[in-house]
């Protein structure tokens, strides 16, 4: 069954630093999101990307972070200057369609620690 | 605003016996629910969703959620809890993205 995946699964970096989360979603998805859980909180949506766009993006997606499909496969978060806060599991996720029926898949997550 | 409430952190049954998850959800249009399970690093996995139709929806591993319109609920259920089944459970309702509940722990007792 195809999945998403998701490198690396731990990243460990010091504050300030860029950090690159990637993705591989699943291959005939159109749209992909991105999403984070502090620990101990609820799994929050950061932003959706589709046709080489950000479609929505929430509150917490400020100038430091950024997504790009840079080739057919891959889906990627940057974070510019990472901030203690940031430290979270994000996980990626991707779906067909954007409409109300399609289930969106999840990857396994990438747990980000900043120093 | 949209929000999903689970009103119960953390759940302890003992293997065998019934489960109930609550889930309550607040939007204004029709929702669309669905159950996602994350067992320890793992990510999140489907469970169940419902769209429309039948009120009682059924999903994988022999979960169940029935939707309750006035009762904005779409609580999951399950007969028979196994020791497989501990993990986090997450409701979520979609709104052009998914917002999710602050999740209930299930801890299963041999």
């Known amino acids: 069954e195809p999945e998403v995946t998701q490198t690396p699964s731990h990243q460990v970096t010091q504050m300030g630093q860029e950090v690159i989360l990637r993705c591989v979603p699943i291959?005939?998805?159109?749209?992909f999101y991105w999403y984070r859980q502090i620990l101990g909180q609820k799994v929050e949506f950061l932003v959706s990307f589709y046709n080489n766009e950000i479609s929505e993006k929430s509150e917490i997606f400020d100038d430091q972070f950024s997504v790009e499909r840079p080739d057919g496969s891959n889906f990627t978060l940057k974070i510019r200057s990472t901030k203690l806060e940031d430290s979270a599991m994000y996980f990626c996720?991707?779906?067909?369609?954007?409409?109300?029926?399609?289930?969106?898949?999840f990857g396994p997550g990438t747990r980000l620690l900043v120093l | 605003a949209q929000s999903v409430t689970q009103p119960d952190i953390h759940i302890t049954v003992s293997e065998g016996a019934s489960l109930e998850l609550r889930c309550n959800y607040s939007y204004g249009a029709t929702p669309y629910l669905f159950w996602y399970v994350q067992s320890p690093g793992q990510g999140l996995q489907l469970l169940l969703k419902y769209f429309s139709g039948d009120t009682l929806v059924q999903g994988i591993k022999g979960f169940e959620a029935e939707f309750k319109r006035s009762q904005s609920s779409f609580n999951l259920r399950k007969p028979s809890v196994h020791w497989s089944d501990a993990a986090e459970y997450f409701c979520?309702?979609?709104?052009?993205?998914?917002?999710f509940g602050q999740g209930t722990t299930l801890q299963v007792k041999p």
């Open positions: 996720a991707s779906s067909e369609s954007a409409g109300t029926q399609e289930t969106q898949y």
């Open positions: 979520a309702v979609f709104t052009g993205k998914l917002i």
């Open positions: 291959s005939n998805h159109l749209y």
